[in-house]
């Protein structure tokens, strides 16, 4: 866990991204932070050449929707029925633009018809079929669901079914906050949920203020962990509300997760980004894999 006295960040530019909360175990935990470390390095490499805080965590979160080893695109887990339902959002701290999918069906990144959503701007969050219709229309295909489905969904759906119950939550989501050099802000979270969810139930990820929130004026964070107790006490609108106030990130991240243990009895984690380019980052699971890059340095860890 990182302490308040090792703050990250604060150059021109910087970026944070994570691999979800859960619990990690062993030897694939260096696999979990090779993915997040390569996916910050991408968006750090595009801020340093000058693209916006929007473009880099897109990137970012393509980067781990493509790797199957994180619960996001290919490596989603499953529904009770055994299919794929994806949760993603993205949103601009520079005019609180906003474009999400929920309960969308095999697409390969979520994040990108996310963000068509957000540049579209008719509406700021689509779900089910009228996702599937949004991004069909906008030049996105549906893809085989066997190609986004991995063994390892399949096992920990089969888990969950066992015991009758969904896991807490699958672990694995994928995340990505940053700053750019013109000071503006963005996040994105993108999902499969929980394994073993029901049909049609939509967490945190995709709604505004509670995966996942940008605002120049405090900064952008996106939350991983116990989905229903991250929408009730809307994390990341709490937590972007006390950098709006200049509370540092790391500290600010550290009161989210705490509220969310205090008020609802959930654990989870969350990364966060201020518009100076502060980096934070707090876990109350086991894990919680990330890996941040800033203008003049980077670190990752679990
Ligand atoms: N928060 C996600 C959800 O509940 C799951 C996660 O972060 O692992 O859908």
Redesign the pocket.
Known sequence: MIRASELLGGGRFGVIVHG???DVGGERVERHVAGCRAAARLAAEELAAGASALDAVVRAVIALEDDPVF?AGTGACLTTAGSVEL?AAVMSGEDLRAGGVCALGPFKNPIAIAREVLQEGRHVLYAADGADAFAQARGFPPVDPATLITEAARDKLASALGRGEPEP?????VGAVARDLRGHVAAATS?G??SGKRPGRV???PIPGA?TYADDRGGAASA????EG?LRVALTAGLIEALRRGDDPQAASRAAIEELALRVGST?GVIAIDARGRIGLARSTNTMTWAAAWEGGETAGA
């Open positions: 979800g909360a859960g619960n949760d939550w699958a672990g694995g989501t999902t949920g929980m967490g945190d990820s995966g991983t962990g116990h989905g991250i989870g």
